[in-house]
């Protein structure tokens, strides 16, 4: 039973070995402590067909969900960097609307409530005006259509700086002014950009439905492990309590299908306990830190 007394804590697909089912999967992640598990839509060919599932395949997944009591809640949508909406190329742009429009269908088929955008205007081409332009059309276009689903939109801090703050995101979210596309911050993006991580997620105050939780460098966006890195973790779970902030937390991370990745993920966890318990950010919730 999916648990209210606390703030849920959830790990990335990426984290758990691809050549597990999704029952196996969430197996993996409820021994190791998480309360929900995020999928990731990837440009992959093999992750976007996940899009096109028959019913009998969602269903799948569904009873996973309902066998192992693990949430699929959110969603991580990449397969935009392949196929982003900005691109000037009109192929491309209806591609990357067949995908957003799939993706919202899929999320309502299966539980998914928050699907976390790539904010890239295009990643393979090169940004101007004329693609961000586009890119806002697309975005408006998708915000409709979830707002049909009743599903949430949010765009990610992403390592690319059209939408690398909270602070930039927000100017878009008060421009649609919408219920249904918000902010996903992630604590290593802002800080790997030298944004100050207390006062860039405060700009997103009463817009955030979710936050990614991993360690990076200024300049290192990626694979950089837990206390390794220069992210703050402190401040920013003192920020998010006086921001009364009690969404998920999903802790980013890739093991690359180690054999240990149980002993990864579950020690990564606990980390990430150990530092929201630092910033008081655990006082009066019912979470494990063991």
Known sequence: MFSLDHCPIGIYEKALPKSLTWEEKLIAAKLAGYDYVEMSIDESDERLERLYYTNEKRQEIVQAVYKTGIKIPTMCLSG????????????????GLEIMKQAITFAVDVGIRVIQLAGYDV????????????????????VEWASHAGVVLAIEVMDYEFMGSVKKIMTVVEEINSPYLQVYPDFGNITAWGSSIDEDLETGAGHIV????KD???GEFRRVSFGEGSVDFVKGFIQLKKMNYA????????????????????????????????AGFLKGKKVDVC
């Open 123 to 142: 990643y393979y081409e090169k940004s101007n005006d004329q693609t961000k332009k586009l890119f806002f059309e697309g975005l408006r276009q998708g």
């Open 216 to 218: 990076t460098h200024p």
């Open 247 to 278: 969404g998920p937390l999903l802790i980013e991370m890739w093991t690359d299908d180690s054999e240990d990745f149980m002993l990864t993920i579950a020690s990564a966890r606990k980390w990430i306990l150990a530092q929201m318990e630092a």
């Open 210 to 213: 979710a936050i990614h939780l």
């Open 80 to 95: 935009h960097r392949r196929y982003p909406l900005g691109s000037e190329s009109p192929e491309i742009r209806d591609k």
